[in-house]
């Protein structure tokens, strides 16, 4: 499939004409055809027009057509096949492998939500009959449903170019909930954007629906950005990114006339707790676990463990040295951008001039351009606490173990922590007493509590959770990540004294679409 350098304004390819991406093969520093020209304000205005004048169909389409559309979109990226595959490592310089796996889980998610649609709880239908003889007041007939808030913007993400980024669970939950979508494409992946965007575009034209139900987008800097936050027909957004990236967008929505939601992934270090009695038994396989975590990837995911909180004593000294020896023998790594690996030097030259944190280890060093060499710092509770800094979020290959003088301490570090996607457990049974009276802290700090395991690997099921306290994300009422993602993009309506003709499908009497109600209280069969 040959690449055209052009954005697609629902079905229409079109060629920008601002300041243009181009993508750069992080592996070599090559730069890749083709130049993708940035869009005008009157061409995001046009996406976003389409998006409204698609709105109303696309919301009301049965429950069997949307999750038809899902599946669409998950064959449609399929039939790409090794094309996808080599732009998005020649963009990335993600290994095949690990591309292949994000392929897979970016149509699984598309096919879990049609199954989420097909079933419709997401509704969660809500009946309260009418009662004209009760007494001292009648109650009028109440009928409540889930209906899509409208077009959302959505913003492709750097570090997964396929499973974060246009087709990826933003969009999907979007689309499930029945919002159009106009996704911004990231810089980094023009390419593998464009393919993708090519696939759910023609899922829209093979399923018969409105043109604007999809719209993809690129320019540089944050100008296209803002323009689509700020349009009075987007009513959500979708982001994962930098904390700054997150927080302008935040500030854009809310200085609108109508201010809307956006969900923002942005900043987390994911604290790893190591309990007592789980370090003296088990210090080595906890070193070799946490480094393999750590430097999965590059360490380029957002439940990357960029903190580790334990008791000061030998068993920590013997984890500390056990890490340090796995963390020498790791190899260098290819990260996503020049831009990603630029930000992720200053951040190590920030923490190894800090006067707070002492270098345990770093890896081999780079043979290439671009490469990630993992390293390991070790502060104290006191100096942690006494130095904000130290609590910035590093993203790739780098964490920091606190030590602490006892539980007290530890205590106190986990109640200074911000706002975190995960926070981990390692625990003996002898820890449980110790881990019971930590866990209302860690409940009120992440949105996502592991017992014997590394944050890193998100499942994408139902009952997963990717948010978390700001700065994690802008809100935490909400996951990114699982069927209950739907969520962000609905809003309740009651109908009251409705007759059954006027009626939503979901709603009328005789319950057509077999849902499972709340009806007068008591949940139907």
Request: glycine letters at 10%; hydrophobic letters at 40%.
């Amino acid at each position: 499939m040959t690449l055209t350098g052009k954005m697609l304004i629902g079905q229409q390819a079109v060629t920008g004409s601002r300041e243009a991406i181009r993508a750069i093969d992080p592996a070599t520093n090559l730069l890749l055809d083709p130049l993708y020209p940035g869009g005008t304000l009157a061409q995001v205005e046009q996406a976003c027009a389409l998006a409204w004048a698609a709105f109303d169909r696309f919301r009301e389409t049965s429950l069997e057509a949307r999750a038809t559309f899902l599946e669409t979109i998950a064959a449609q990226i399929e039939a790409l096949g090794d094309v996808l595959i080599d732009r998005a490592v020649a963009e990335s310089g993600l290994p095949r492998a690990r591309l292949q796996g994000e392929r897979g889980r970016t149509c699984g998610q598309l096919r879990s939500f049609a199954r989420t649609v097909r079933a419709g709880e997401w509704l969660d239908v809500r009946v309260d009959s009418a009662q004209p003889q009760r007494q001292p007041l009648p109650r009028a007939d109440l009928r409540q449903r889930q209906v899509p808030l409208g077009p959302v913007a959505v913003f492709g993400a750097s570090n997964f170019p396929l499973a974060f980024s246009v087709a990826g669970g933003d969009t999907a939950s979007a689309l499930a909930a029945g919002c159009p979508v106009v996704v911004k494409a990231h810089g980094a992946h023009p390419g593998t954007s464009e393919l993708v965007g090519q696939a759910v575009a023609r899922a829209v034209q093979v399923c018969n629906l409105p043109e604007g139900v999809f719209s993809l987008l690129y320019g540089s800097g944050r100008e296209v950005g803002i323009a689509l936050v700020c349009d009075e027909r987007i009513k959500a957004v979708g982001f994962t990114g930098s904390r700054s990236g997150g927080i302008a967008l935040c500030q854009a929505a809310q200085a609108r006339h109508e201010p809307i939601p956006v969900y923002a992934e942005m900043s987390s270090i994911n604290p790893v707790f190591l309990f007592p009695a789980a370090l003296q038994a088990h210090a080595e396989t906890l070193a070799q676990g946490f480094v393999a975590s750590l430097t999965q990837g590059a360490g380029q995911f957002c439940t990357n463990p960029g903190l580790v909180i334990a008791r000061q004593g030998p068993d920590l000294d013997h984890f500390i040295a056990s890490a340090a020896q796995h963390i020498w023998q790791s190899p260098a790594q290819t990260m996503l951008t020049p831009g990603i690996y630029s930000a992720y030097r200053s951040g190590i030259e920030a923490l190894g001039a800090n006067p707070h944190a002492d270098i345990a280890a770093t890896g081999t060093p780079a043979e290439g351009p671009n490469q990630c060499q993992a390293h390991l710092f070790v502060s104290t509770a006191r100096d942690f606490l006494g130095d904000p800094s130290l609590q910035a979020e590093v993203f790739g290959s780098a964490s920091l173990v606190v030590t602490c003088e006892d539980e007290r301490e530890i205590r106190e570090v986990a109640e200074h922590l911000e706002g975190q996607l995960t926070a981990t457990l390692h625990l003996d049974d002898a820890d449980l007493d110790q881990a019971r009276a930590l866990l209302p802290v860690l409940e009120r700090k992440a949105g996502r509590l592991l017992v014997n395991g590394w944050p890193t690997g998100v499942e994408v099921c139902d009952a997963m959770v990717h948010g978390g306290p700001f700065p994690a994300t802008s809100d935490p009422r909400a996951t990114s990540v699982g069927t209950a993602a739907i969520r962000r993009f609905l809003r309740p309506v009651c109908y009251q004294d409705f007759p059954d003709s006027l009626l939503p499908v979901a709603l009328q009497h005789g319950n057509p679409l077999h849902l499972r109600r709340l009806l007068d209280g008591e949940r139907e069969a």
